[in-house]
């Protein structure tokens, strides 16, 4: 018997103000938006195959990010065929950047942004040996 295939995944990030994250996220980092809700209180995020998913927060809930619990640790991580070519749309689109465009030990050409809520985005290519 073989098992289910895998297909796609989306973390979700809770969020304080939807529609001003909407408005970055589509913005400063080129996904696109299909909103939920009247008003508005989920959405899914999309660009190319990659999907995040953000929701508005409970009233009294406190989003912690991650980093913030244990620092060096990300809300999000996205694999990308082309960090510096990405690293540079960000930047010239106005994003947060968190960390600047740089090889890492274990590999990776990676860059990071700092979004809404402080949550930690990182954009990751894989080196070839």
Request: glycine letters at 6%; charged letters at 20%; one cysteine or more.
């Amino acid at each position: 018997m073989t098992k289910a295939k895998l297909t796609s995944q989306a973390p979700v990030l809770f969020v304080s103000d939807i529609d001003a994250s909407i408005l970055y996220w589509t913005e400063k980092i080129g996904f696109s938006a299909q909103k939920f809700g009247e008003p508005t209180n989920f959405c899914i995020l999309h660009r190319d195959n990659c999907h995040l998913m953000i929701s508005q927060k409970p009233k009294d809930h406190v989003i912690v990010p991650n980093w913030r619990v244990q620092d060096m640790i990300w809300g999000c991580y996205i694999w990308v065929d082309d960090a510096k070519k990405l690293y540079d749309e960000l930047v010239k689109s106005g994003a947060g950047i968190d960390y600047h465009l740089g090889q890492k030990d274990y590999g990776v050409l990676e860059f990071g942004i700092s979004v809404l809520d402080d949550h930690d985005i990182a954009f990751g290519q894989v080196l070839s040996n």
